[in-house]
């Protein structure tokens, strides 16, 4: 079975909600989803995976969280080549850059030779019904896309 690694930073629990939903869509899809907070874990073990899915808010104007910070410079020191990997991320439209957290992760992926597969997952601040059922959907098609290539 092939192992996702949803990990992700979580302020006021909307990121962690939409992980978990991402992590639900992975198992319907038939792969082993391990969710964890990136406080908890190393940019090596991002090699354990055959897929990485990692997630933040957005802080301030289109910044990464403080808790994400140690996470993203150790990636600097992994290599990610063609390891499959997307990003997603909550934020507030309010701002002149929405969700740019995800967007800084998705450039370090593709930086670091991470192979992405779709595009990024942004949703304002905490996932409504409709948005609950796509990131599900998110989780569901990255773990296919992680079996198509794989």
Request: hydrophobic share 40%; glycine share 10%; with cysteine.
């Amino acid at each position: 079975m092939m192992k996702v690694l949803v990990a992700y930073a979580s302020l006021t629990g909307n990121t962690e909600e939409m992980a978990e939903l991402i992590a639900e869509g992975v198992r319907d899809a038939g792969s082993e989803a391990v969710l964890k907070s990136v406080t908890d874990l190393s940019a090596v073990e991002i090699n354990d995976y055959e897929g990485v899915l990692l997630g933040a808010y957005t802080w301030g104007d289109g910044e990464l969280p403080d808790e994400f910070l140690d996470f993203y410079e150790e990636l600097d020191e992994v290599d990610l080549n063609a390891r499959k990997a997307a990003a997603f991320g909550s934020g507030d439209t309010g701002y002149a850059i929405y969700c740019g957290a995800v967007d800084l992760i998705e450039e370090k992926l593709k930086e670091r030779g991470a192979l992405l597969l779709q595009e990024s997952l942004k949703i304002e601040y905490g996932p409504n019904a409709a948005e609950k059922e796509d990131c599900r959907n998110f989780g569901r098609r990255f773990a296919a896309g992680v079996a198509a290539v794989s």
